[in-house]
């Protein structure tokens, strides 16, 4: 946990983690780089340290013994960061690898729209979405026939795409996740399963014309009371280094509107805002 927590708060600092899985002596070709990765959330390093049976008590000690070198910390330091990662074990029971997948709860949305005691304040009325109001947005809401069936939210150079489904045992985040795997690498691109701040998300490439040819994307999403949301996350808030809160911001404290119950998989359906101003 505590190598966990190093490596996290060394990203969120900006700091690379190229120099620690580089001075990290651990056997097995790439081996400190896949320990880095999987500790650091990526869900397909993950799998790989457990295939090689990277993750044991000498390698994480080598490891955390590295990342106290190079960033050169004192005992005063070392000490603090003990603490701060034995807490972390009690808030978080779960972590490691694969950190437990934060769920809709009091505190933590999206919500759906019977909670209403759980998602007080001025919002954005889409119909099927309830957008958090706040200055400096703009959105696109595109036609789709003759309905409104998703909406994208713009701060700066950041977009965040929202969509919601009527949704059984059918459809699911996880089954989601699966088929936009499967899309992405039919086109030639590459996706990875990441432990997020939102639970379990992919972080995809996907191959476009134009400058530099390739384009990342994040995908977030949950289910509800038979419902299915997705985000969409694309620009400088998807590069994959980005930090940027805000597009999670947006999706959390977004509220979803099933109204009449529709079929599994079919689109729950927006209108333009009455509300906007």
Request: proline fraction near 6%; charged fraction near 25%; charge should be negative.
């Amino acid at each position: 946990m505590a190598a966990q927590i190093a490596l996290i708060g060394r990203w969120e600092n900006d700091l690379p983690d190229d120099d620690i899985a580089a001075a990290v002596a651990l056997p097995g070709k790439d081996a400190g780089t896949v320990l880095v990765r999987g500790l650091r959330g990526d869900l397909t390093a993950a799998k790989d340290i457990e295939n090689r049976g990277l993750l044991t008590l000498e390698n994480v000690l080598s490891l955390l013994t590295t990342v106290i070198q190079v960033d050169g910390l004192d005992d005063l330091g070392v000490e603090e960061l003990m603490e701060f990662a034995e807490a972390k074990c009690h808030e978080v029971p779960g972590m490691g690898l694969a950190p437990a997948t934060p769920c809709r709860g009091i505190e933590t949305g999206p919500w759906d729209a019977s909670e209403a005691h759980l998602h007080a304040g001025d919002r954005i009325d889409l119909g099927g979405l309830r957008l958090r109001r706040e200055p400096g947005i703009r959105l696109d809401l595109p036609p789709s026939g003759r309905k409104h069936l998703a909406v994208t939210v713009i701060k700066g150079l950041t977009a965040i795409q929202l969509q919601a489904w009527s949704a059984d045992s059918k459809t699911t985040w996880e089954s989601s996740r699966q088929t936009l795997t499967r899309e992405v690498r039919a086109t030639g691109g590459d996706v990875a399963e990441w432990a997020g701040r939102v639970g379990l998300e992919l972080r995809a490439e996907v191959p476009v014309a134009g400058p530099g040819g390739i384009q990342h994307v994040r995908f977030i999403g949950c289910d509800g009371p038979g419902w299915l949301i997705r985000g969409v996350i694309s620009g400088e808030g998807a590069a994959p280094d980005s930090r940027e809160e805000w597009p999670y911001d947006v999706y959390q404290s977004t509220v979803v509107v099933p109204g009449r119950r529709g079929n599994d998989g079919d689109p729950i359906p927006l209108r333009e805002p009455r509300n906007l101003i």
